[in-house]
């Protein structure tokens, strides 16, 4: 597994034409690279969207369609924000948006495309804890890997609704 993050710091000018051509050439090369037999691998590219006011699609990402099209798996990761739930609401229905906020979810993150088995526009709620950095199965998950020499038991604990909602307007 590679994980390239992110598409617009790399160096692409070796490839010919203007950005949105070195960008299909080079998706087009990660693609090829995968697919050896040789070296069988997945590589997981970031691609920033667009600025948009609108509720994120994967048509959104920067730079050339080829990205999205070029992937086999394409994955958003939405912010739960007043922004979400405005532009969210027109595109999945208040009922929907509500239900997510009831269960206190973060983020969501939304398969965009799957081109294994097909699945698209399929949304996975997490909750994401600050102190630890990472997003959570549940709220109350409490994992400390070893990795982390730096963890105490505070430092694992969640966060409170009141510092979140304070984040979260930003």
Avoid at 38 to 50: E, M, Q, T
Avoid at 91 to 115: M, Q, T
Wanted: with cysteine; aromatic share 12%.
């Amino acid at each position: 597994i590679f994980i390239l993050d992110n598409l617009f710091s790399l160096d692409i000018n070796i490839f010919d034409g203007d950005n949105n051509a070195k960008q299909r050439a080079f998706v087009t090369d990660l693609t090829s690279f995968c697919k050896d037999e040789k070296c069988p691998s997945h590589i997981i590219l970031v691609a920033h969207p667009r600025k948009s006011i609108f509720f994120l699609r994967k048509s959104d990402i920067s730079g050339s369609a080829n990205i999205s099209d070029a992937a086999d798996n394409v994955f958003i990761i939405h912010r739960l924000n007043k922004d979400f739930k405005r532009a969210g609401s027109d595109f999945l229905g208040v009922e929907k948006i509500k239900e997510w906020s009831d269960i206190g979810y973060g983020n969501l993150i939304e398969i965009a495309k799957n081109r294994m088995i097909g699945v698209q526009d399929y949304f996975c709620g997490m909750f994401f804890d600050i102190p630890s950095r990472r997003f959570l199965n549940s709220k109350d998950e409490n994992v400390a890997y070893n990795w982390r020499t730096d963890i105490t038991a505070k430092d694992m604990s969640l966060f409170d609704e009141s510092t979140y909602a304070s984040i979260d307007e930003d």
